[in-house]
């Protein structure tokens, strides 16, 4: 069951890396047929649920994991439910889910109280749950390393991602294991919903990048343990930092990521590294188009004259 997903861009980033003094990588996994990384684990878990002859699917999702479970449901003539929290997708994830045919259910809780609940409703009816608890998904998703490291030739020396689920990450050192290196892991969570840095769950995370909006990660142990084997770090960027870096990625780099996904440029910006540095571009700025307009300059009014033009064009 597949979309075309992976083969995404590795370009490097001339402006970050004169900025950090190292050379910084950026892997945009928002150029995955649905605009995230999660298309790499959905295109697996969904083709074994087909395999073991599911029904249907089901997931709990802050927006991304919803979109591209939708998708790939939709391409199986699966069903597909996602549960998200209430008021708290980024408008693009939102209007996919419901585009690809999926029953979008708008939970009064966050997204932790939403996957406890997918979970015991798994044991209850014969549905395949594809959240990144789903070994199948960090299977797909650990192809991402491979890539990085076949295209440089040999591993980063420090791999820079943003930490939700703590799902991908685990993935990525599952796949540098594999191709027989290990780079440092480096990975960034909002400082509202930063339980992996505080040692301890946060019972109303809070954060701008409402992808890692995130308060008691399902892989916490599996991160853990990847990131100290890794001799890496996981620590804390703050919204305002995150926004900063957001912008910068638009403006410097050429690419438009979403909020959660520059976290992790906003944390290489913060703690610098040394040597050869990949980021982990996770999703399309184009799935929360609502963060990005509030972010940026305004639209210029003008009236249909040619000197009004070009008063507007020029800035004077
Ligand atoms: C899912 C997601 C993350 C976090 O990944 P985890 O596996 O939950 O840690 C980060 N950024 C984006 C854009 C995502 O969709």
């Known amino acids: 069951m597949t979309l075309g997903e992976g083969d995404t861009p590795l370009a490097p980033a ?43 699917v089901v997931c709990a999702s802050t927006g991304n994991t919803a979109a591209s479970a939708a998708a790939y449901a939709a391409k199986a003539g699966l069903k597909g439910a996602v549960i998200v929290p209430e008021g708290k997708i980024a408008t693009g994830k939102l209007a996919q889910a419901l585009m690809h045919g999926a029953r979008v259910i708008a939970l009064r809780g966050n997204f932790d109280e939403a996957l ?142 979403e909020p959660a996904s520059a976290a992790c440029v906003a944390g290489l910006l913060k703690y610098g590294a040394e040597g050869r540095v990949v980021c982990v571009l996770t999703g399309h700025g184009l799935k929360d188009p609502q963060t990005a307009l509030r972010q940026a300059a305004s639209v210029i009014p003008c009236e249909p004259e040619i000197e009004a033009v070009e008063r507007a064009v020029l800035g004077e």
């Open 116 to 257: 406890a609940l997918v979970r015991e409703l798994v044991e209850r009816r014969p549905i395949a749950l594809v959240n990144s608890v789903n070994e199948y998904r960090l299977e797909g998703q650990k192809t991402g390393a491979f890539e990085v490291c076949d295209e440089l030739g040999e591993a980063p020396d420090v791999l820079c991602i943003p930490v939700g689920n703590a799902g991908n990450i685990t993935a990525w050192w599952r796949g540098f294991q594999e191709y027989g290196v290990a780079p440092r892991l480096h990975g960034y969570q909002a400082a509202g919903a930063a339980p992996l840095v505080h040692g301890r769950p946060v019972e109303e995370p809070e954060t701008v990048a409402s992808a890692i909006r995130i308060g008691n990660p399902a892989r916490w142990e599996d991160a853990m343990d990847a990131v100290t084997a890794s001799r890496g770090a996981i620590r804390a960027v703050t919204d305002e930092e995150i926004l900063e870096a957001y912008e910068l990625l638009g403006r410097r780099e050429g690419i438009f990521c």
């Open 14 to 56: 001339p402006w970050l890396s004169k900025r950090v003094g190292a050379e910084v990588w950026l892997k945009f996994e928002g150029s995955n047929p649905t605009g995230s990384f999660k298309d790499r684990g959905m295109t697996v878990a969904v083709s074994a649920a087909v395999a073991e002859g599911a029904k249907a």
